[in-house]
């Protein structure tokens, strides 16, 4: 039983390169998000699917973009990385509907020089 | 919208002693209430939840929370800590209409100390 899993778990990018960071859920739920981890500042949503075919920006979207591929998987873009995208990324998911919590991948540890 | 706030940062304590994790929320709308802890290097996971009924919740690793509507607060206990629980402890809610987003607040750091 997988849950959620990210991909890759660490990375280091240098400033203006791309990359994408991977998600994949195998519960069937229906919303995903992603999520930035800073010290002192908790987890603050960077883009969500409430639903598969859907997306939406959360507190913090730029210089970033997702895309709901299927069902199951919600990728994040970075387009041209910048040393303040230097944090701890998580994906989550849940099933969207009342009361229902979030399953977290193990996070993805970027570091941009 | 939603907002928590954690009132400490961080909470150092002796092994065995009782523990209270505080967390007050403020909403325009009635919402449910959780409890993550997150270990070093990993991801959250569930501690407990407040959906409806009964104000005292049980989690797992002995853990409980108080939903006090009055005080908007949701603050975690437990009565005799050990140095496992050391970690990053998140309260989070979520809105009763809607998308249902959780929306966290900026932790508390769990120190015990042997």
């Known amino acids: 039983n997988a849950g959620v899993t990210q991909t890759p778990k660490f990375q280091v990018l240098k400033t203006g390169q791309s990359m994408t960071l991977q998600c994949a859920q195998d519960m069937n739920h229906n919303s995903m998000y992603w999520y930035r981890q800073d010290p002192g500042m908790g987890l603050r949503l960077i883009y969500y699917?409430?639903?598969?075919?859907?997306?939406d920006k959360g507190e913090v979207p730029n210089g970033y973009n997702v895309s709901r591929l299927n069902k199951r998987e919600f990728s994040l873009r970075l387009e041209s990385a910048a040393p303040s995208q230097t944090s701890v990324y998580f994906c989550?998911?849940?099933?969207?509907?009342?009361?229902?919590?979030?399953?977290f991948g193990q996070g993805t540890r970027l570091t941009v020089v | 919208a939603q907002s928590v706030t954690q009132l400490d940062s961080q909470v150092p304590v002796f092994e065995e002693a009782p523990v209270e994790l505080r967390c007050n929320y403020s909403?325009?709308?009635?919402?449910?209430l959780f409890w993550y802890v997150q270990y070093p290097n990993q991801g959250l996971q569930l501690l407990l939840k407040?959906?409806?009924?009964?104000?005292l919740v049980k989690g797992i690793n002995g853990f409980e929370a108080e939903f006090n509507k009055s005080q908007t607060s949701f603050h975690l206990r437990k009565p005799s800590v050990h140095i496992s629980d050391t970690a990053e402890y998140f309260c989070?809610?979520?809105?009763?209409?809607?998308?249902?987003?959780?929306?966290f607040g900026r932790g508390t750091s769990l120190i015990v100390h042997p």
């Open positions: 699917s409430a639903s598969e075919g859907t997306t």
């Open positions: 989070a809610v979520t809105g009763r209409r809607g998308s249902y987003i959780p929306t």
């Open positions: 989550a998911s849940s099933l969207g509907t009342m009361g229902t919590e979030a399953f």
């Open positions: 909403s325009s709308v009635s919402v449910y």
């Open positions: 407040y959906l409806s009924g009964s104000t």
